[in-house]
């Protein structure tokens, strides 16, 4: 069973559901990365989903495409990320990382390579945006051969067929994007959210993780009640991107955010 | 390689691959939409009556054919093979892009859908876009990166008056590859009412294959002309290479006349050496951008590098994946010019021929002119007159020390 499965699992078991935080490695500098990952795991996130920067980020709005700026000005590289990750795990090997990005970074580091030295440093999940199944044929099966999972995105234009086949080829949970439009940007509708959830879960057994739109406690607590687990982004970045010059005050913030938004899931299993 | 019929038949194939090429590399919420067009277009392209509606608006709208015209006095002056111009320059809104633009027009008016979004680069799409909506009664978005905005004043000016709202993008290198994730980020949300039209033979399946039927117009025209005027196909073409749509254009209808060679024409900046160019085929990789794999300008770590060229419209980190499939089996050349050449290939066809062509096809117009003078005087080489250069003049003043 795979670390992220596992958390899953357990979540489920015990009626809670998943927080999983977004940030972009590398902002607002690459030294700080390892140590918000650990703000975040106590700030209570079960899984972090963390984010390589890309120079174009044609799925993110503002927020995110300025973190990717703020990470790149430092030079920060997928190896850099991956090296964040095997620093993180010195201290935390329960919290599953996911890797977030673009293909372009994997594709010039070398597909094997990369999947190597992902799973020698400890990362269990990969996402990559701009990479449908259709695609995927070659990277997926190296992905699979080192059990690190293969995360794809649902969205509300997904059609059941796909749905299905996407599903197939995912493991660790699926990711269902809760709106038309780029990260960061549109107004979440938690009805039509909870009849799309409520479906794909008649279509797969995968837990399924919702994202976008998320930004406090009272959104995250309104999409755990029909998800399994709740992703948040761009209200985190914007916090880094607010807090950047001062790295205890980001801590605080960061924490603050998010504290509330576990509370609020942990909730709902009571 | 030899290149059949047949075999051109599965190029793209069923996925949109030009052999390692194209694809469709995007989010999951545009799937859906790419499915949706690919299924509407294969079905459209058989259909008669949008095969007459597309024919009739490039007969009586954008003035077709354009003429093939043997330039005498450049051939006289270069002494070597008879340099002919394909006049892309004298369509409608004076550049090819408008055989495209009218064809996805249409698309989007049997989709039904009533807003049009495009990328720009020296804004000849963007111009040809907002024209064809006019005449439609299509809402139109520009998005055009907010150095581009600077340089080619004219053509926003030119759309605005044409009711397009074009949007300065201002992210990342401001320029053409940023106009484009802006208008993908805007198709992201708006996807169900909104029709992108892509001005390359560039992004996601099906793009590379619909813009390269639309502007296939171009080869096609081109072959009967030569054979009927020059008496034979022409021995060499030569077309600038930005995203690459009017040369695929102009390249397509001859793919199988092996004794036709092809050369693509990138922008080489201020020198390939340098590494401010905007030449991918020559000196770029692999990689995948904008929903399609093909040859990219990036970093070691796979960032997307910053291009330099002269020309708006060149100035772009990829190049359409067919582009990358025929370079890869060889069966077109590219080459760059720098700058500086395409500024002499610009002064040099207004001069002798009184013929002033856009910056990006000043660039083919350079070269030809190097190639021509190595090749006999019973050789024809065609150049892909792309565009005309009115929206480059103030370009050209400043370069000259001349406030406009």
């Keep these: 069973m795979s670390r992220i499965e596992g958390v899953l699992k357990s979540l489920k078991a015990q009626g809670r559901k998943a927080l999983i935080p977004y940030i972009t490695a590398g902002d607002p500098h690459p030294d700080q990365t390892v140590d918000l990952m650990h703000t975040l795991v106590a700030a209570g996130a079960d899984i972090i989903e963390l984010g390589v920067p890309f120079s174009d980020p044609m799925a993110d709005g503002p927020v995110i495409q300025l973190a990717c700026e703020r990470a790149l000005v430092h030079g920060t590289s997928l190896r850099q990320v991956v090296a964040m990750v095997k620093t993180f795990r010195e201290k935390d090997d329960k919290t599953p990382i996911v890797l977030m990005g673009y293909l372009n970074p994997m594709e010039a580091m070398g597909y094997e390579q990369f999947a190597d030295t992902a799973k020698a440093a400890g990362v269990d999940g990969i996402l990559t945006v701009d990479l449908p199944p259709e695609e995927a044929d070659e990277v997926a099966p190296l992905f699979t051969e080192r059990d690190l999972d293969a995360i794809f995105l649902l969205a509300p234009t997904t059609t059941d067929d796909r749905i299905r086949s996407i599903s197939q080829h995912s493991s660790g949970y699926v990711y269902y994007v809760s709106f038309k439009g780029v990260t960061g940007s549109g107004k979440i509708d938690i009805d039509e959210v909870a009849s799309k959830v409520a479906h794909i879960h008649e279509l797969t057994a995968l837990p399924v993780g919702v994202g976008f739109g998320i930004r406090d406690a009272e959104t995250a607590a309104a999409v755990g009640r029909v998800s399994d687990g709740v992703i948040v982004g761009s209200v985190l970045v914007d916090t880094i991107a607010r807090n950047q010059s001062d790295p205890d005050q980001l801590k605080r913030a960061l924490t603050d955010l998010l504290r509330p938004m576990r509370e609020a899931l942990d909730n709902l299993a009571s | ?404």
């Design chain 2, 1 to 404: 390689m030899k290149l059949t019929e047949e075999m051109l038949s599965g190029f793209p194939d069923a996925r949109g691959h030009f052999g390692a090429y194209g694809g469709r590399f995007v989010s999951e919420t545009l799937f859906d939409s790419l499915m949706t067009l690919e299924k509407e277009y294969k079905r459209l392209k058989n259909d008669p009556d949008f095969q007459a509606s597309f024919d009739k608006d490039l007969a009586h709208y954008v003035g077709r054919p354009s003429p093939l015209y043997l330039a005498e006095r450049l051939t006289r002056e270069t002494g070597g093979a008879q340099i002919w111009l394909k006049r892309e320059d004298l369509n409608h809104t004076g550049a090819h892009k408008v055989n495209n633009t009218i064809g996805q027009a249409l698309l989007a008016s049997f989709l039904g859908k009533k807003r049009i979004i495009a990328e720009t680069g020296a804004g000849q799409h963007g111009v040809a876009t907002a024209t064809v909506c006019a005449r439609l009664g299509l809402e139109c978005h520009v998005f055009m990166g907010a150095e581009d905005v600077q340089r080619q004043s004219l053509n926003v000016y030119r759309m605005k008056l044409l009711g397009a709202t074009v949007h300065a993008v201002q992210s990342g290198t401001k320029t053409l590859k940023d106009a484009m994730n802006d208008a993908m980020r805007d198709w992201v949300a708006n996807v169900d009412d909104t029709f992108y039209i892509i001005g390359t033979v560039a992004g996601p399946h099906p793009y590379p294959l619909l813009v390269r039927d639309f502007q296939s117009v171009i080869g096609r025209e081109t072959r009967q002309q030569c054979l009927s005027q020059a008496g034979k196909l022409p021995d060499a073409l030569v077309a600038c290479v930005g995203g690459g749509s009017n040369a695929i254009g102009m390249f397509y209808p001859f793919l199988t006349d092996e004794s036709v060679q092809m050369y693509g024409v990138e922008a080489g900046g201020l020198g390939i050496e340098t590494g401010q160019h905007a030449a991918p085929l020559s000196a770029g990789r692999p990689g995948v951008l904008h929903g399609n794999r093909t040859y990219l300008m990036e970093d070691e770590n796979g960032q997307i590098a910053s291009t330099h060229s002269v020309s708006a419209g060149l100035d772009y980190p990829g190049v359409g994946p067919e582009h990358s499939w025929l370079k890869d089996i060889g069966r077109a050349h590219y080459v760059s010019v720098t700058d500086d050449e395409a500024l002499d290939g610009f002064r040099k066809l207004t001069r002798v021929e009184g013929i002033m062509p856009a910056l990006e096809t000043a660039h083919a117009v350079a070269y030809a002119i190097k190639l021509a003078a190595t090749m006999d005087k019973d050789q024809v080489v065609v150049i892909n007159v792309s565009g005309r250069g009115d929206k480059d003049i103030q370009t050209i003043a400043k370069l000259d020390g001349i406030e406009m």
